[in-house]
């Protein structure tokens, strides 16, 4: 167990230290923040009222999907793999370590955006405040599992980036968190679904319990997958 817990927290101070986790778990995610926090506010004075949620799940789809795949890339596409085996290490160490890691990091971030939105832009908390950070506690461990399948399936960062984009780009255009979903046609509101930041969004901010179970169904499905391709990694 001491063994386990200083790899989460070495893998944390190796995390901070790298500048692909820094820029796309800090610095971008924080300057959008800041950046569009008040052009929403000033553009849709009513954008208020669902600016912590909305900027929660930009954070966490651009630190699942932007940044924890090439760190994932770099343990089972490389040497390190390998030190695993050789040393008796399990082959899921790795994953395990940097999902626990990406999900602090990126805890800490959403955490200063509910802590400072209301100060900063007028920012209206949560009416439920146990539903909506069990709604993002849920989600982020969904987009956290979906990078972490993206890690393992791709191995080129260049493919993993391009895919990555491909998600993340309907996930916060179609979720409701730029403009009101009510304005997307009717099939793509339907579309928009298949995506979990959307769900998870009107989680947040329509308070219905049902989404919860969707979301841990979602979870479950990657978690499974996940798990078929560290063994399929343990068998190279």
Known sequence: ???FLYGVRLQFIMDIRSRTMLVTCYLVPLVFYFF???VFTSVMPSAVETLIPSMS???IAMSALMGLPPSLGEVYGGGIK???KANGVPVCLGVITQFISAFLHTLIVCLIIFATA???FGAELPENLPLYFCSLVIYLCVMLALGCVL???VGAQAKQTMVAMVIFLPSVIL???MFPASMLPDILQYISYIFPSTIAFSSMTAFEVWHLPVLCAVFVVLAGIVALLLLRKSAD
Do not use: D, E
Request: charged residues 10%.
């Open 57 to 59: 799940v930009f954070v």
């Open 36 to 38: 569009m926090g008040g």
């Open 82 to 84: 390998k030190i695993y």
């Open 118 to 120: 209301p100060a900063v």
């Open 151 to 153: 890690g393992l399936a």
């Open 1 to 3: 167990m001491k063994a």
């Open 175 to 177: 979720s409701g968190i």
